[in-house]
């Protein structure tokens, strides 16, 4: 096995410094992945079952918006 994960607030920095991004959009791409992870990556590790969308906002709702931040357009 490789080092040790980074946890969440680690690999959102990475997410920053590599795609260029606001804490906000690198914290919606994580967030997006650990919500797509599979049931045996959950099974590993199950506070990927933890992250859920925004509150007051059905996971569809949190996608489009991620996907207006990335695509430059105002939320």
């Known amino acids: 096995m490789a080092g040790k994960h980074p946890g969440f ?22 967030a997006s992945a650990a919500r797509k992870a599979s049931p045996a990556a959950k099974k590993v590790n199950p506070r990927l079952a933890r992250v859920k969308p925004a509150k007051n906002q059905p996971k569809s709702q949190a996608h489009g918006i991620m996907r207006q931040m990335l695509d430059g357009e105002k939320c």
Do not use: S
């Open 9 to 30: 607030a680690g690999a959102e920095k990475q997410i920053e410094a590599k795609e260029g991004l606001d804490k906000n959009a690198a914290g919606a791409i994580l």
